[in-house]
């Protein structure tokens, strides 16, 4: 009895211990951080972007392909148009020289006819028996066979010219042929490419749609978080609001004047460190014209440099404002190599 006594002791004590432990087991367990919103928009808008450049690429491949293939569409239905163009010329050339060569019989038989009738119903020999002389016999009887050798390779002629003329026809016959089926195979596939076309065209449009959704929200994130910096003194935000230069100005200090193609020269005069490598808040100069900026140049805000951030290496992701519309911001992932790019503005040198 004693022995059962401790037993029970000693299992309600280890049931005690159990759950006494087991709560702060549970809470001591570290809890998943949470997820960052913002480096999940930017590892999506990089996707996106990715994904971007391949629609890109396969839309202006397809433009390519469809642009060769009307040019060859073009030259098929010119040599097609050639080719009608002789076997209708080449149809009328053979009833012109078979109306001629029948004129040219008939005449011919009429000279014939008026030679064997010379001497009357007895043919060759009425005509050498009625000649006053041997020798009108003779000349007589020579017209008679020359007329009769004209004909005769007159007739020959006739037949071996209209024998070409219907080879010549014929072998016309087939080019158009062929000139047609092959039109037919280029308009078909021209069809099928302006279909490719179109299909890669909305695709990419598509694409377009979700990175500005995405942007969007990082912008949103952006300014929510943080807000357009208050700047007093010589930083002042002393730019055309609405504009790239007002957008990065509410970001950094910057105290110069100019367009975004004169900033570069602008901050080196102040005395800010300048290059060609991205980091995290530098200014990104555009050239002026390039890459799709104005002739006023192009200015944004490095918001992360690859592989951080959700930005894959060899990446940079900045936000800007006026590149998809005035006073709107939206961001991109840029290559660090980006030929538009002619520099990088940092702080200001010690």
């Known amino acids: 009895m004693r022995g059962t006594a401790k037993l029970t002791l000693l299992v309600t004590s280890a049931g005690l211990l159990a759950a006494a432990v087991a709560p702060q087991s549970s809470s001591a367990q570290s809890a998943p951080p949470p997820s960052d919103p913002r480096a999940g928009l930017v590892s999506q808008l990089s996707s996106l972007n990715t994904g971007r450049a391949g629609a890109m690429s396969q839309f202006l491949a397809s433009e390519q392909a469809l642009a060769n293939l009307q040019q060859q569409l073009a030259d098929a239905r010119r040599r097609l ?36 009738e010379t001497g009357g119903q007895d043919g060759f020999a009425g ?20 007329i009769a050798s004209e004909l005769t ?33 280029l308009s078909q596939q021209n069809n099928q490419l302006m279909a490719a076309v179109a299909q890669r065209d909305a695709s990419m449009r598509s694409l377009n749609w979700q990175a500005r959704g995405v942007a969007t929200q990082l912008a949103s994130l952006d300014q929510g978080s943080s807000g357009p910096a208050d700047h007093s003194g010589p930083c002042g935000n002393h730019f055309s609001y609405g504009q790239c230069t007002y957008y990065v100005a509410t970001r950094r200090c910057i105290p110069w004047f100019g367009n975004a193609g004169q900033w570069l020269s602008a901050a080196r ?6 290059g060609h490598y991205p980091q995290v808040g530098a200014v990104a ?47 991109r992932v840029l290559s660090d190599n980006d030929p538009a790019i002619a520099g990088f503005i940092y702080g200001k040198a010690d």
């Open 153 to 185: 390779q007159l007739q020959h002629t006739v037949a071996d010219r209209e024998a070409a003329l219907v080879r010549e026809r014929a072998a016309l016959q087939t080019q158009f042929a062929a000139a047609q089926a092959q039109e037919a195979r």
């Open 81 to 116: 148009a050639a080719a009608n163009a002789q076997l209708q010329s080449l149809s009328r050339h053979i009833a012109d020289d078979q109306q001629t060569m029948l004129t040219a019989r008939s005449q011919l038989a009429s000279m014939l006819r008026a030679t064997y």
């Open 269 to 274: 005069s102040y005395g800010y460190a300048e």
């Open 285 to 331: 100069v555009w050239h002026p014209g390039a890459g799709g900026a104005s002739s006023y140049g192009h200015v944004a805000y490095v918001e992360a440099v690859g592989p951080d951030g959700g930005v894959p290496a060899g990446s940079f992701l900045i936000s800007e404002m006026n590149w998809g519309g005035w006073n709107r911001v939206s961001r």
């Open 127 to 146: 005509a050498i028996i009625s000649s006053e002389s041997f020798s009108q016999a003779v000349d007589r009887l020579q017209a008679t066979q020359r």
